[in-house]
């Protein structure tokens, strides 16, 4: 089939106009390695299109990694929904050697994130990455920067700020309410105990008091006696309060 015209597109394209009326648009690498130019003839418009397929991938792929970056299965993952897989993979491949992807780099990067820009601790973190595809040596290499120093630092300082921001828990309510927030958040269980049974978590005897008063004017409308005392109890023993320690 021969080529009437060539127009510049958008993204690396050109629409060919062909000798039939109608039209084709490829990639200019597909141009270039097909010397279209010099022929200015088509002879297999499939395989054209296979190419071309590649460079619509390997574009779409590059605009998304400079969107965010991504890990190879990150990426592979989005592909596989939308194009044909081994179209995908050798797409994949190119990416790899280009440089564009690479799972060291996106690993170090993630941890680095996470760790200036989150609460998460180490065990979260890994499992983000494992989710993510990357391979266990990989984050085992990496994550050693998280190291003990720094997830000790970072659990007492979540311990502060969940007892200074606490407004209705105490005791030992409260201190197992903030050993399961550090859990789920992916910190060290040994580290966890080590470091949460520094603080104290009772109730000063001011607020034992304020507690006390707002428990026995919400119940007296309703019980006197002991079972006003009963209720009052109950009321503070479920929050964690058992005397005025």
Do not use: W
């Not at 050109?14 to 109608?22: A, R, S």
């Not at 008091?209 to 309703?222: I, M, P, W």
């Amino acid at each position: 089939m021969k080529i009437i015209k060539y127009k510049k597109l958008t993204g690396n394209r050109y629409k060919l106009e062909l000798e039939n009326k109608e039209s084709i648009i490829l990639y200019e690498e597909v141009i270039l390695n097909n010397n279209l130019l010099l022929t200015r003839q088509i002879d297999n418009i499939e395989e054209l299109n296979n190419q071309n397929m590649f460079y619509l991938i390997y574009y779409e792929s590059i605009n998304s990694l400079k969107t965010k970056y991504k890990s190879i299965n990150n990426l592979k993952e989005i592909l596989y929904r939308k194009y044909p897989h081994i179209i995908v993979d050798k797409v994949i491949e190119e990416l790899i050697n280009q440089n564009y992807l690479n799972d060291i780099n996106y690993t170090k990067s993630y941890i680095s994130y996470q760790i200036n820009c989150s609460l998460d601790g180490p065990y979260k973190i890994r499992r983000h990455l494992t989710n993510d595809g990357i391979d266990e040596n990989i984050i085992n290499n990496e994550i050693t920067i998280f190291d003990k120093e720094l997830e000790k630092d970072r659990i007492n300082k979540l311990i502060n700020k969940q007892i200074k921001s606490n407004k209705s828990n105490y005791g030992i309510i409260l201190k197992n309410k903030i050993n399961n927030y550090l859990v789920n958040m992916g910190y060290t269980t040994s580290i966890i105990n080590n470091e949460i049974n520094k603080y104290n978590y009772n109730i000063s005897s001011n607020l034992y008091k304020k507690e006390y008063d707002k428990l026995k004017n919400k119940y007296s409308k309703k019980y006197n006696g002991s079972e006003l005392e009963y209720k009052i109890k109950s009321a503070l023993y479920r929050k964690g309060i058992y005397n005025e320690n």
